[in-house]
């Protein structure tokens, strides 16, 4: 792993953080749902109020892989937690550390902020990351349901009358 590096996202990664995107949605079979535009990413990531983040991880300056992650709240335990959204290495950079490279700088991150929670999402078919998050000692949550509620779900609830 000594000749992987991890580095902060800039503004100047937004172009290659899209095509990572894209081809982690390609992967999980749902190409058509990508809407982020390079603008969007630089907004959304690199402006002043941004809240979430990125790593990348490169091999001789070549940018192989990314995460994105922001930090969340444990009521329970009176500390912030960090959220890995997205994690994505390049299939030619598979099995050479990248990924538990990324996961250790977010663990570093974690531990610095005093995080007491490092959680994400797998899809349930994705066997080869379930096996991975396993050989890092993660533990599947069971007793949890996810839900999501989509833009326009938002918008119909928020402005939906009393």
Not at 133 to 140: F, G, I, K, T
């Amino acid at each position: 792993m000594t000749d992987l590096t991890i580095r902060a996202a800039t503004t100047a990664d937004a172009s290659t953080i899209l095509q990572f995107i894209t081809e982690l949605a390609i992967f999980e079979k749902a190409e058509d749902e990508v809407l982020t535009s390079v603008e969007m990413i630089k907004q959304t990531l690199f402006s002043t109020d941004a809240k979430a983040h990125a790593l990348i991880c490169e091999r001789e300056g070549k940018a192989i892989g990314f995460a994105v992650y922001f930090y969340n709240y444990s009521t329970w335990l009176g500390k912030y937690g960090l959220y890995l959204e997205d994690l994505y290495v390049t299939p030619e950079a598979r099995r050479s550390g990248a990924g538990k490279a990324l996961f250790k700088a977010l663990a570093k991150i974690a531990a610095s902020n005093d995080c007491g929670r490092f959680e994400w999402s797998v899809l349930d078919w994705n066997t080869p990351a379930i096996k991975f998050y396993e050989a890092l000692n993660a533990q599947a949550k069971t007793e949890w349901i996810g839900y999501r509620l989509t833009e326009q779900q938002i918008t119909a609830l928020a402005t939906q009358a009393e």
